[in-house]
């Protein structure tokens, strides 16, 4: 055996290697992460009409809380990107799930609107770091051949934690009081933050590329791909090593990406405005409609499981026939389905069935939309500009839900119908501008073997 038998790229050994038990166990945990990072982002929403009453607080005052908390978020997405490249996937991991889990925990504790303030950002925090590492993770430990579905599920894992919360929520707070779903939303997530630090491995990449030759090897042979004990690693490219002129976020505007890098901040900003629209105010819309606590979250956890089911059936049909077809006819559809919310929410004989399926229907469409728009980012773009493409795209679309939060509180102030009415108009934004690219993706049918 020679010293160059010695010498491996861990990404190669991943990517051809087996998707062993260990892997899956790996990859699901990591998404738990994401689905209580997901019902943390939304359980505010199905609280603040009982802390208004109990405060005697309008809805309009939770306005900047809701800005604030989403500022706090895309903070934490930069620092935890910054934290995940520097100490590991899963120390990152293990600490944002501990950290939005405590702050959590203390919301309950608080007795004035300004600790609410006070926990929730730094809730938040922790919040917005854990979605890219856990999914920054699931990609490094998966084979190539599952990534994208593996990475996709793990996106879809958001709403799936806002269903999650909305059926805890229908559960306890008709019977106990807004205090007990937080204490549970914070105590799930320290629970969960516990097993992983206990179980959940180091990404093999991140160690061979900091010099961790012999962990990342141990790893690696408890992933079922064979290796020798003292193997050593040749480091991946970084960032750093490219040239100062493709490191600059002004290659994003160049000529030959301006059109479709400015289409996609739009359609990420518009489509952000509608999900966040509901994500904190429908609840108190059908506060306001007159329906109590529980209907209220069975609401939002239809949005969001119609939205899981929507993201799936869309990528599915986006794999065979390309992008543009499937993305215009789900905004499209997603616009009918606010439309259709807005002209009939007023009616005195709605039923609670019908309503329940059309905010499902219109959870289908957006989430779908939302989902699809990440994959749309990082692979529309060369490889050069791949990462830097979706984190502005990501940072742009938290701009639209920083909005979200005053639009909605001005929206309550208007009939019911204006609120449905504004979400048409976000989604015919957005699906003008999914229409205006001039890059899309090719379907299976389409793609040849060369284009890999």
């Given at each position: 055996m020679t010293s160059v038998d010695k010498v491996h790229v861990v990404a190669d050994l991943i990517d051809r290697g087996p998707w062993s038990p260990m892997q899956k166990a790996a990859a699901v945990l990591a998404a738990c992460a994401v689905t209580l990072d997901g019902m943390d982002i939304q359980v505010l929403s199905l609280v603040v009409p009982q802390i208004g009453r109990d405060w005697?607080?309008?809805?309009?005052?939770?306005?900047?809380?809701f800005a604030l908390s989403l500022?706090?978020?895309?903070?934490?997405?930069?620092?935890?990107?910054?934290?995940g490249d520097r100490f590991g996937r899963r120390r990152t991991i293990v600490l944002s799930v501990a950290w939005f889990g405590a702050f959590t925990l203390f919301m309950a504790l608080s007795r004035s609107l300004p600790g609410l303030y006070a926990f929730r950002l730094l809730s938040g925090l922790g919040i917005g770091a854990a979605l890219p590492n856990a999914a920054a993770y699931i990609a490094e430990i998966t084979p190539l051949r599952v990534r994208t579905a593996a990475v996709?599920?793990?996106?879809?894992c958001i709403p799936l934690g806002g269903v999650v919360g909305g059926l805890i929520g229908a559960e306890v707070l008709p019977v106990a009081s807004w205090r007990t779903l937080i204490l549970i939303a914070?105590?799930?997530?320290?629970?969960?933050?516990?097993?992983?630090?206990?179980?959940?491995?180091?990404?093999?990449?991140?160690?061979?590329?900091?010099?961790?030759?012999?962990?990342?090897?141990?790893?690696l042979?408890?992933?079922?791909?064979?290796?020798?004990a003292d193997a050593e690693f040749i480091a991946e490219p970084r960032q750093a090593d490219l040239p100062p002129e493709e490191q600059s976020l002004r290659s994003l505007l160049g000529p030959a990406d301006l059109r479709n890098t400015l289409c996609l901040w739009a359609a990420f900003c518009f489509c952000m405005i509608s999900v966040y629209l509901v994500f904190n105010w429908l609840p108190s819309l059908l506060s306001n409609l007159g329906l109590g606590p529980s209907a209220a979250s069975k609401?939002?956890?239809?949005?969001?499981?119609?939205?899981?089911?929507?993201?799936?059936l869309l990528g599915i049909w986006m794999n065979r026939a390309g992008s543009r077809i499937p993305l215009l006819v789900a905004g499209a559809a997603a616009l009918a389905t606010a439309l259709w919310l807005g002209l009939t929410v007023g009616s005195a004989d709605r039923s609670l069935a019908l309503f329940s399926f059309q905010i499902g229907a219109h959870g289908f469409f957006v989430n779908g939309v939302q989902?699809?728009?990440?994959?749309?980012?990082?692979?529309?773009?060369?490889?050069?500009?791949?990462?830097?493409?979706?984190?502005?795209a990501s940072a742009i679309g938290r701009t639209g839900a920083v909005?979200?939060?005053?639009?909605?509180?001005?929206?309550?102030?208007?009939?019911?119908?204006?609120?449905?009415?504004?979400?048409?108009?976000?989604?015919?934004?957005?699906?003008?501008?999914?229409?205006?690219?001039?890059?899309?993706?090719?379907?299976?049918?389409?793609?040849?073997?060369?284009?890999?």
């Open positions: 005697s607080l309008s809805k309009s005052s939770f306005a900047l809380l500022v706090a978020v895309a903070a934490g997405t930069a620092m935890g990107g910054w934290l996709s599920a793990t996106i879809v914070g105590v799930l997530p320290l629970v969960l933050a516990a097993l992983l630090a206990l179980v959940l491995p180091e990404s093999p990449r991140f160690l061979a590329t900091s010099g961790q030759s012999p962990a990342a090897v141990s790893i042979r408890r992933f079922g791909i064979r290796i020798q609401g939002l956890a239809t949005y969001n499981l119609y939205g899981i089911v929507g993201t799936l989902t699809a728009l990440y994959a749309m980012a990082a692979q529309i773009y060369p490889t050069r500009l791949r990462s830097r493409g979706v984190a502005a909005l979200s939060a005053f639009l909605g509180s001005r929206a309550l102030h208007h009939p019911a119908s204006d609120y449905f009415f504004l979400l048409a108009a976000m989604m015919a934004c957005a699906a003008l501008s999914i229409q205006m690219m001039n890059t899309h993706l090719p379907g299976a049918a389409t793609t040849s073997a060369a284009e890999y």
